[in-house]
């Protein structure tokens, strides 16, 4: 699988953008797709997540109500609508494939356990 991620940009605090992240080398079949993020001297940080299926989705408590994950399977896309940007939410960053099959979870916040990753967006956010 490789990802590409795009759409990130310079904001102001409130706007809002909509990251993208596009998958080619197989379908998404049993494939968890999470969104991470890194900030500026800070470890990389679970964002969201959207099992294979589409129809769950669980987000960090620091963007819930503000974010939205979402697949169109069709397209082998999974998107991150971010409303209410803050400057806190500054960071690269990067969409993550984890292929489930024969894992003994239904999803995961850990970085370690995803399979493929994309190259990363910057976004910044200005106050």
């Known amino acids: 699988v490789q990802l590409q991620a795009s759409g990130g940009g310079l904001v102001q605090a409130g706007d809002s953008l909509r990251l993208s992240c596009a998958a080619s080398g197989r379908t998404f079949s049993s494939v968890n797709t999470g969104w991470f993020r890194q900030a500026p001297g800070k470890e990389r940080e679970f964002v969201a997540v959207i099992r294979w299926g589409g129809s769950s989705t669980y987000y960090a408590s620091s963007v819930e109500g503000r974010f939205t994950i979402s697949r169109d399977n069709a397209k082998n896309t999974v998107y991150l609508q971010m409303n209410s940007l803050k400057p806190e939410d500054t960071g690269v960053y990067y969409c993550?494939?984890?292929?489930?099959?024969?894992?003994?979870?239904?999803?995961?916040?850990?970085?370690?356990?995803?399979?493929?990753w994309g190259q990363g967006t910057l976004v910044t956010v200005s106050s």
């Open positions: 993550a494939a984890d292929d489930v099959r024969g894992k003994a979870y239904l999803y995961t916040q850990a970085a370690s356990r995803y399979d493929y």
